[in-house]
């Protein structure tokens, strides 16, 4: 599975993104570790603050259908630089995706940066953070 077959398979999700207020479209691709590519979409809200981005979409859809163990993700946009994930999605990217794990970071003009889910959150809050006595 490559880089481009992700990037396929995100900007296809372009089309599905319901974005009547931003009018910025965005698509991810995550990767399975039993090589299924789950995709998502930002679907947003009247209350903006309930939009969920293409990211976690990819996420909890993937999570909804039974899969936990991931390898990659990628995210792309119509942007001018590589799109780069927001904070609530860095966490819960963080959540469900191994440290080491590779996110592609690419935007529609064929920009690709490779990050870890580490680099994109360093100190992130997990479930040894919950341990207390
Ligand atoms: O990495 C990102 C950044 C933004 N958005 C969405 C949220 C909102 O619908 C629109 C503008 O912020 O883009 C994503 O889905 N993923
Ligand atoms: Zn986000």
Same mark, same amino acid.
């Given at each position: 599975m490559s880089v481009a077959q992700l990037l396929s398979a995100a900007t296809? %999700? %372009?089309?599905?993104?319901?974005? +009547?207020?931003?009018h910025f479209p965005v698509g991810a691709a995550l990767l399975t570790t039993d090589d299924q590519i789950i995709t998502g979409c930002n679907i947003e809200n009247a209350s903006y603050g309930l939009t969920n981005c293409a990211e976690r979409t990819a996420i909890f859809q993937a999570v909804a259908q039974g899969h936990r163990d991931f390898k990659a993700l990628l995210v792309t946009g119509v942007t001018d630089e590589v799109i780069s994930p927001c904070g609530a999605c860095r966490q819960v990217i963080s959540e469900f995706c191994t440290p080491e794990m590779p996110v592609y970071l690419t935007n529609q003009n064929q920009q690709v940066a490779k990050m870890t889910v580490?680099?994109? %959150? +360093?100190g992130a809050f997990d479930a040894e953070d919950l341990d207390h006595d």
């Open positions: 296809k %999700l %372009l089309d599905q993104a319901y974005v +009547p207020y931003s580490q680099e994109l %959150l +360093p």
